[in-house]
């Protein structure tokens, strides 16, 4: 039996397809994730790189991310933040970093 997706995974969709909604064209070339536990939470850190041709769409786009809501079944977006962007006349990249919480 299959437990699903893991929320590394679940994260990375629920990013890609928020911008495509948004009309956003952007990929993420890297991602990674450990597992996060407190006294009262399990869940995990991510950290993704996330890039894109650069155009004032995506960059509004992601100077909004962080108040963003997102669904993931099973886990709650409990932070995001931007650690750093690079934009160039072409190209734009950001550093991200997140937290989600297992919401079982």
């Known amino acids: 039996m299959s437990r ?3 929320a590394g995974t679940l994260l990375t969709r629920a ?19 450990i597992r996060w536990a407190s006294a009262t939470f399990t869940g995990a850190q991510h950290r993704l790189t996330l890039s894109g041709a650069f155009t004032p769409a995506l960059d509004d786009w992601l100077t909004a991310l962080p108040d963003r809501e997102f669904a993931l079944p099973g886990h709650l977006v409990a932070d995001l933040t931007i650690l750093a962007m690079r934009a160039s006349p072409d190209r734009i990249e950001a550093e991200l970093q997140a937290l989600t919480v297992e919401d079982r």
């Open 15 to 33: 990013l890609v397809a928020a911008a495509a909604a948004d009309g956003v064209a952007c990929a993420i070339t890297d991602a990674d994730w």
């Open 4 to 6: 699903g997706p893991d």
